[in-house]
């Protein structure tokens, strides 16, 4: 019997899954598609200030500690992987194309400001001699010098070889239900019939953890799925050095550059369900904002365009920490910013499954916050 079973392997149930190994746990991962579904598709930004919303200062100090914790986290991944995860720090410049955008941008200065984050304010000139792709038209940004990114794709098969490396099981099936026991969660069955029995369970599952059998109504996070199409462009030469979000006549683009040339630009944001058709118009959507940014991409080569699902929660923060069943935990609702936040969320989760106890950190985000 293992101490835990995690249902879903995306992102947040590996980097679970590899902390909770190396705190001594015994650990299967249910998953039919392993880092195939957001984790996959995401851009892998790690920009807790310039994604910066009001009222969400309980994420924003998250994301930070998130952040703080990346550095760290990368660097024992990749000596017990052996894989390059494409971290980078590099900063992220966030730029206006008009005045009211320059004027939008300005309120989020003022408001990092209030929060004591140090902002600095560029002129256009400034963001080009930075990004010399940039637009004449550009009329000003900010930096965020500790705003940075990652690739989730290599990210997330680091943490599939560390999860082995470490002893822990990969089960590649899903999840029919929970099993309970004595008015606990005591494992789960397979769609196949096998059962892995287990002390603790965490439901990392994305946007499908609403639907999972066995579970009581009151406790199943309440997550839905927020749709997002990216596009992935490809250039032979250097082509941004750092991440770019852009504000084009107030609607919101961002490119990832990668070192192997990859440029990610995203992304749409779409109530549709759990449809992930990509649409004509999401995509031309994109390169048309991205074109008056960076006129130069349309030389790039067009590489790949993809539909994710963002498992996003009503205050759109996830959802950390025991459920209403007794050993259930709940570890989803990560919405726009589950890469961001998996280091912080593997080292809390491992926390609460290996003592009991919450830390400090993710007290915001517990699961009682939705049932008051
Ligand atoms: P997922 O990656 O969706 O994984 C859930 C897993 O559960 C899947 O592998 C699925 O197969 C499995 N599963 C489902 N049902 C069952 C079952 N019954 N049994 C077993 N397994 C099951 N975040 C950032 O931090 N930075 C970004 O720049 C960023 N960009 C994004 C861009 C887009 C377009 C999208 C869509 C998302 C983006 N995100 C970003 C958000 C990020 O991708 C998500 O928050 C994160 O991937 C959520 O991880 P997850 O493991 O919870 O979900």
Redesign the pocket.
């Known amino acids: 019997m293992d101490d835990v079973v995690i249902?879903?392997?995306?992102?947040?149930?590996?980097a679970t899954a590899w902390r909770s190994l190396g705190r001594g746990l015994r650990v299967t991962v249910?998953?039919?598609?392993?880092?195939?579904?957001?984790?996959?598709?995401?851009?892998?930004?790690?920009?807790p200030v310039s994604e910066l919303s009001y009222g969400e200062e309980a994420l924003l100090h998250l994301g930070r500690a998130s952040r703080d914790r990346y550095p760290a986290f990368v660097a024992e991944l990749e000596e017990v992987s052996g894989h390059d995860t494409g971290f980078r720090d590099d900063g992220t410049l966030q730029v206006a194309l008009d005045s009211d955008d320059l004027a939008l941008l300005g309120e989020l200065r003022r408001y990092q400001e209030s929060l004591g984050i140090p902002a600095e304010t560029l002129t256009g000139r400034e963001c080009r001699r930075m990004e010399p792709m940039l637009a004449p038209s550009v009329r000003g940004g900010l930096l965020a010098p500790a705003d940075g990114?990652i690739d989730?794709r290599r990210l997330t098969s680091a943490l599939l070889t560390a999860v082995e490396r470490l002893g822990g099981t990969l089960v590649r099936?899903?999840?029919?239900e929970v099993l309970t026991e004595d008015g606990r969660a005591a494992g789960v069955r397979l769609d196949g019939g096998d059962v892995l029995r287990a002390h603790q369970v965490v439901l990392?599952?994305?946007?499908?953890?609403q639907?999972?059998k066995g579970v009581p109504d009151g406790a199943l996070p309440p997550v839905r799925p927020?749709?997002?199409?990216?596009v992935r462009l490809r250039s032979t030469t250097p082509f941004l050095g750092r991440c770019v979000r852009g504000l084009v006549r107030g609607s919101s683009v961002y490119l990832?550059p990668r070192a192997d040339g990859e440029v990610v630009v995203?992304?749409?944001q779409e109530e549709m369900g759990f449809d992930t058709t990509v649409t004509a118009g999401g995509v031309w959507e994109l390169l048309r904002d991205a074109r008056e940014l960076l006129p130069g991409i349309t030389e790039l080569e067009f590489a790949e365009v993809r539909?994710?699902?963002?498992?996003g929660t009503p205050d759109n923060a996830p959802v950390l920490g025991a459920s209403a069943l007794p050993g259930l935990l709940l570890?989803?609702g990560?919405?726009?910013?589950?890469?961001?936040?998996a280091p912080v969320t593997g080292d809390v989760m491992a926390e609460v499954l290996a003592t009991g106890a919450m830390p400090e950190v993710a007290r915001p985000f517990s699961p009682g916050r939705f049932q008051e």
């Open positions: 249902i879903g392997g995306g992102v947040i149930g590996l249910a998953d039919p598609e392993p880092a195939a579904k957001a984790s996959y598709v995401a851009a892998g930004m790690l920009t990114s989730p099936e899903r999840v029919a990392a599952a994305g946007p499908w953890s639907d999972v927020v749709k997002g199409q990216v990832v995203g992304a749409t539909a994710g699902l963002r498992p570890a989803t990560h919405f726009r910013g589950g890469v961001l936040l």
